[in-house]
């Protein structure tokens, strides 16, 4: 506020920053700088008369026209949202190449050729990939690390790579690059665990205890998708593995003592000293069972280690869990729009939950909680069909189909009487209570039956929470 | 024991209307049930076979008894599908201002059961006026669907056609109709009396245009005597669940069966739902129908498509008596006797050969 910027300067917003609506917020997004800004009201109205070169000027008095109130009062929201906006880099005047996006964060780009020993093809978020060394002791080394992305088919790209000591060991974050470079689906920096039909990300920056927590989810019984990085495509928001080896640091390893006799599978090759990597297969042989599926994202968590700390969850609303999954993202220069819309849908459709702890293990079902808890509905919040749900009512249950649901579904039993309860908004307690009574039976144990079909329902949007 | 099973399909429709207490309450062999239910999936009566099935009044064992409710789950499935293809495509017709009315399934579904899981439809069904069957051909072509025949001759459509057939992707079938039916009767309907009054209808969100329920009570009377020639069972309940419900109403059904000289098709058509639904009319009802005076050409024409000769070259050169004006028939004859149009494909030409035939013959 009070900032001042000269009234008559031609102004015009960037356009490669991509604008989305976020559960009612206008968040702007500039792929140059990776930086998303969520703007008030006024600043979103101000935003979207800026896509034509205006003046600050004229714009007040196109503003003071439509809202019918005079410039002057205006005029200071006005420049301020301005100089705002050429503070944050956001309006066309040179600065930032409108290009410079579309080359965005570089993926792994090493001499491409075939000479030397080749490496097995591994497979890479939708990546096939295999790699030319000088040398079989560093194919060897390759294929080890990368042995449960092997695939048997052909590479779509063969990449040399400096098979020196040192640079050998730059090569698992080498490899997880290549997890960046799809087009085709958002790729979310994270683990991801796999219930069911159903994938639990676990997302956050490094360091963050991914790998630890995914590692304990693992050891509980559930599928393993990553610990680095998952694919996942637009609209449905079916979940792309990425099932490397788990990178597990040597500081986690007293929590797993199920894998001591693993303790010294370290390639020397790559750094042995700091962390282990777990292929899965040998500890948990179903741990990838679930990739003949197509699961789809049905719960975020974002997770916090600190030392000591009891856990604790807390669900994040829609905006600010959409802050944190822009965060998380690797490539959203290279899926643009498509990408952000991802984003947005997890953040409307999928809980996310914040979750500080201190120890994984005991992280690890309340993580598995949240999965069933209600759909991270609260008992007080009123629940409500959405409207443009479809539905029918047939001896069986319910069939419904949401709007952009490419598959009906079908609720039987308990659920199919929540659904038409849900006809109008009720709270969880109130639907509880209600069944319990009609089934003649204890509150607790329709709470169990119904809280894994509302957990469904609204990862579907098949239910609206009223505020 | 061996069971009519044709007579027992009918004995599951008509539970939709009557209370019955004489279907078998034995199980059926496994091959009788198997039969059974692909005669109630050609008839769409999935809702009438799991409701007769779960109250008891038909006699299941507990694997027929599933595969009855997964069948009526599974109609309905198709029905939610279609019924988001109707709010896509009125949507793309919202967008263009071309107006529609929604036909049939959906309308009947929605607006004159008091559950619209108990109506089975498979495709779907619009009314547009003339002057927009081609932008909606257009549109609907745009957006992926293939036309099932092409018009005999430019213009045909408009002007006396019964209207398009689209199919889009693999699953859906759109109808497009000018009229309500083929034919003389469909030729004989004075479209701005079918457009003038309407009903609303809910899906989603989304309010739709219907017909009003004395409009839709005479398009269920023509699907049910002149869709095919064998019995359905669904238009028949259509007639059922559509019948005028006030004196107000069944004034308009005699006014309009009379004005579109379709006495005889309301009156074979209440009379099919009572011979084979077992239903029982309102006395006002049956004391208005008694105005109907169906006429020798109205029997003509309900011969062309029902009787023992009938075809689609007898069909559609009937309809020339139901055209007014010299010049008209003159170019009705003209198109469907002479194509020009070469995309009409074989079943316009055969069309045309058949007419032919039928002429030369008189």
């Known amino acids: 506020v009070g900032q001042s910027f000269p009234p008559d300067k031609p102004i015009s917003a960037r356009s490669d920053v991509l604008g989305i609506w976020v559960d009612g917020v206008h968040v702007l997004y500039d792929p140059t700088r990776e930086r998303a800004h969520v703007l008030n009201p006024t600043a979103a109205t101000i935003w979207g008369m800026i896509d034509q070169p205006v003046t600050a000027s004229s714009l007040t008095n196109q503003l003071a026209q439509e809202l019918s109130i005079k410039p002057e009062v205006l005029r200071a929201d006005v420049t301020s949202a301005v100089s705002t906006f050429a503070s944050l880099g956001l309006l066309e005047d040179g600065a930032v190449s409108r290009h410079a996006n579309a080359v965005g964060r570089a993926g792994p780009e090493p001499p491409i050729g075939s000479s030397g020993v080749r490496t097995a093809t591994f497979s890479v978020i939708d990546q096939l990939v295999a790699f030319a060394v000088r040398d079989r002791e560093a194919a060897e080394a390759i294929n080890w690390l990368g042995a449960p992305l092997v695939t048997d088919a052909s590479p779509t790209t063969v990449h040399a790579v400096d098979s020196s000591g040192a640079s050998l060991r730059l090569f698992p974050t080498m490899l997880n690059r290549f997890a960046t470079l799809t087009d085709r689906m958002v790729v979310l920096h994270a683990g991801a665990v796999v219930a069911g039909e159903t994938v639990i990300a676990i997302a956050g920056a490094p360091n963050a205890g991914k790998s630890t927590l995914v590692t304990a989810l693992v050891a509980a019984g559930l599928g393993y998708a990553s610990d680095e990085a998952i694919g996942i495509t637009t609209g449905e928001l079916r979940v792309v593995g990425y099932p490397k080896r788990i990178t597990l640091e040597l500081g986690s390893w007293p929590l797993f003592p199920e894998l001591a006799e693993d303790a010294g599978a370290a390639h020397q090759a790559f750094d042995p000293s700091r962390v282990r990597w777990i292929d899965v297969r040998s500890h948990w042989p179903d741990a990838l069972a679930w990739q003949h599926s197509r699961p789809r994202l049905g719960l975020v968590v974002v997770p916090r280690y600190e030392p000591g700390a009891a856990v604790r969850v807390e669900r994040l609303e829609p905006v600010a869990a959409f802050t944190e999954l822009l965060g998380c993202a690797f490539n959203l220069p290279r899926v643009g729009l498509d990408g952000l819309e991802t984003l947005r849908d997890i953040a409307e459709q999928v809980p996310v939950h914040r979750l500080t702890h201190g120890d994984a293990r005991l992280a690890a079902p309340k993580v598995v909680n949240l999965l069933s808890g209600g759909g991270g509905a609260t008992g007080h919040e009123r629940l409500r069909r959405r409207p443009d749900v479809l539905s029918r009512r047939v001896a069986s249950g319910v069939v419904l189909l949401t709007n952009e649901a490419t598959d009906v579904f079908e609720v039987t039993g308990p659920g199919a009487d929540m659904w038409e309860l849900l006809a109008r908004a009720v709270t969880f307690d109130e639907l509880v209570a209600r069944l319990a009574e009609d089934y003649e039976t204890s509150p607790t144990v329709v709470r169990r039956d119904l809280e894994p079909v509302l957990t469904e329902l609204r990862r579907l949007d098949a239910i609206e929470v009223l505020k | ?362």
């Open chain 2, 1 to 362: 024991v061996t069971h009519d099973l044709r007579g027992l399909v009918s004995g599951i429709a008509s539970t939709e209307v009557v209370t019955r207490d004489d279907l078998p309450h034995e199980p059926l062999t496994d091959d009788e049930w198997a039969r059974l239910v692909a005669l109630v999936r050609i008839q769409r009566l999935e809702p009438q076979l799991s409701s007769a099935v779960v109250s008891g009044a038909l006699g299941a064992t507990s694997p027929q008894r599933s595969e009855a409710e997964r069948l009526h789950a599974s109609a309905m499935a198709r029905c939610l599908l279609l019924d988001r293809s109707l709010l896509h495509v009125a949507d793309r017709l919202d967008e263009v201002d071309i107006p529609f009315v929604v036909l049939k399934g959906p309308a009947v579904a929605h607006l004159d059961h008091p559950d619209p899981a108990r109506r089975s439809y498979g495709d779907l069904d619009l009314l547009i006026a003339p002057t927009h069957l081609e932008a909606t051909g257009e549109l609907l072509g745009a957006i992926g669907g293939t036309r099932a025949y092409m018009e005999p001759r430019a213009g045909y459509d408009r002007r006396f056609g019964k209207g398009m057939a689209f199919r889009i992707g693999g699953d859906l079938e759109i109808d497009v109709h000018r009229t309500l039916t083929l034919g003389p009767f469909g030729l004989a309907i004075d479209l701005d009396q079918l457009d003038a009054h309407h009903d609303t209808l809910v899906i989603g969100r989304r309010r739709l245009r219907a017909l009003d329920r004395p409009r839709r009570f005479l398009h269920a009377c023509y699907h049910a005597v002149l869709g095919r020639a064998d019995v359905r069972f669904v238009p028949l309940l259509d007639v059922v669940r559509c019948a005028p419900a006030s004196e107000s109403e069944l004034q308009v059904v005699i006014s309009l069966s009379k004005a579109w000289r379709a006495d005889v098709v309301v009156e074979t058509a209440v009379e099919a739902a009572v011979a084979r639904l077992g239903w029982l009319p309102s006395a006002s009802m049956v004391a208005a129908l008694d105005e109907l005076r169906p006429t020798a050409q109205q029997r003509r024409w309900l011969d062309a498509y029902r009787g023992p000769r009938r075809s689609s070259a007898r069909l559609t050169l009937s309809g020339v008596t139901a055209i007014d004006g010299w010049r008209d028939r003159v170019d009705y004859l003209r198109a469907i006797l002479w194509p020009s149009n070469r995309g009409g494909g074989d079943a316009v030409r055969r069309l045309a050969r058949g007419a032919r035939a039928l002429t030369d013959r008189r």
